[in-house]
């Protein structure tokens, strides 16, 4: 089954604890990126990465990292997550970015104290 | 920079009715678009993709079009049932990013 998987699901941590979110995807697409989603100002891209070792900014890049060793995964990463990151963040994978559907993980809520 | 903009927020109609929701977008320089559809507190479901060079896209009960010069695509969804009840969000592919609209939370009330 084609699937894009996340991990935590639900998270709860303090201020300043790093910490990663995994996102793996079966079905060998090229294209993976990052979004969070906030009451209000909806869905925004974070980091996406065209292909292994090329990851690039999106909207909102600011305190969050990623890298790209395997195509089948595409980690967060919040070295020092503050309050204002608590958010639901969702990963994605296509095969490429300009015309193919694009499939979504389940989810992972950050709550960060 | 892109923009997409969907109206209304939110909508409620009786169950049976054919509706038609929205999305608009500011630079009609666009790869594709394509209609998601979200429950809450899950992930993104894609429902429709429209490429760039086409005008409209069906599956099913759904039929979503795309006017690129006027920056607007509508998805109609004929017959709703209660189970059509969603957020639904536009996005748009442009410059290798990909733009969300905020989504219109629809309520089909039995």
């Known amino acids: 089954e084609a699937q894009v998987t996340q991990n935590p699901r639900y998270l709860i941590t303090v201020t300043g604890k790093k910490l990663t979110v995994t996102c793996s995807q079966n079905m060998n697409h090229e294209y993976m990126s990052w979004y969070r989603q906030d009451p209000g100002l909806g869905l925004r891209q974070i980091y996406y990465?065209?292909?292994?070792?090329?990851?690039d900014k999106g909207d909102v890049p600011e305190g969050y990292k990623v890298s790209r060793k395997e195509k089948r995964n595409f980690p967060l990463i919040l070295e020092s997550p503050s309050p204002n990151q608590t958010s639901l963040y969702f990963c994605?994978?296509?095969?490429?970015?300009?015309?193919?559907?694009?499939?979504f993980g389940e989810g992972s809520w950050l709550t960060v104290v | 920079k892109q923009e997409v903009t969907q109206i209304p927020a939110a909508l409620s109609v009786p169950e049976g009715e054919n509706l038609v929701l929205n999305c608009s977008f500011t630079?009609?320089?666009?790869?594709?678009l394509q209609w998601f559809r979200q429950d809450p507190g899950k992930g993104l479901t894609s429902l429709l993709l429209i490429q760039s060079s086409q005008r409209e896209q069906t599956s099913g009960r759904l039929n979503a079009s795309l006017d690129k010069s006027s920056g607007r695509s509508t998805l109609y969804i004929a017959a709703s049932q209660p189970g059509d009840s969603a957020t639904y969000l536009c996005a748009v592919v442009s410059d290798d990013k990909i733009i969300f609209g905020k989504g219109t939370r629809l309520h089909i009330l039995p």
């Open positions: 630079d009609s320089a666009i790869y594709n």
């Open positions: 990465s065209m292909n292994v070792e090329v990851t």
């Open positions: 994605a994978s296509s095969l490429g970015p300009l015309g193919n559907t694009i499939y």
